[in-house]
């Protein structure tokens, strides 16, 4: 069991993918650049190759954790991370269900 | 910031609407109980009240913190948080973009 000040330490955010690229050095990572609003942009890589194309990705509302210290991932930095659901072998991202502004806070 | 171990405390999950009902004592909060998976069901209280009506709740994806202590709001008991993005006025629940089944586990 948390505490509601636990959670409030992870800050989730609405972003926006602008851009999916392969990963050079890993067959199941994709890097994206995605909005997070007010002219922010971030980098992320997201193991979910295989489960979206990168059109099915692009313009998509995703939800990230935008305070996580920056980890670099097969040599390719990692500036947050994307949230999905994971149902046996099948991949979920997690969005919002009405369009709402990069950058906009969840809780 | 914080580091993955800060974030992997936090366990969010799927889960299904499956009732809604007004608050008795509070204008802006629903009771919602909530299919978790694996015959698991908890009650919820939501302030989503004003921004969507049971109909749109009735079935629906949603995402929450499912080892939260629990709490109680107005003298009703709420066993997990309901995520949603606030953006201004507008509130946006937090789903996935496929179906998966409820108890799934998002990271």
Redesign the interface.
């Known amino acids: ?4 000040q ?2 409030k ?6 972003a926006v993918v602008r851009s999916v690229e392969n990963h050079p050095n890993a067959d199941k990572l994709f890097i994206l650049r995605v909005d997070t609003g007010e002219g922010g942009e971030r980098q992320l890589v997201a193991g979910i190759k295989g489960h979206y194309t990168p059109q099915e990705l692009l313009g ?1 509302r995703i ?1 990230i ?1 935008s ?3 920056p ?1 670099t991932l097969r040599g390719a930095e990692s500036q947050g ?1 994307l ?5 046996g072998e ?1 991949l ?10 990069p950058g ?4």
């Open positions: 069991m948390i505490t509601i636990d959670f330490k992870v800050e989730l955010i609405v998509k939800i954790v305070n996580l210290a980890a991370m949230l999905a659901a994971q149902d099948k979920a991202i997690l969005t919002t269900d009405k369009d709402v502004k906009a806070r969840v809780g």
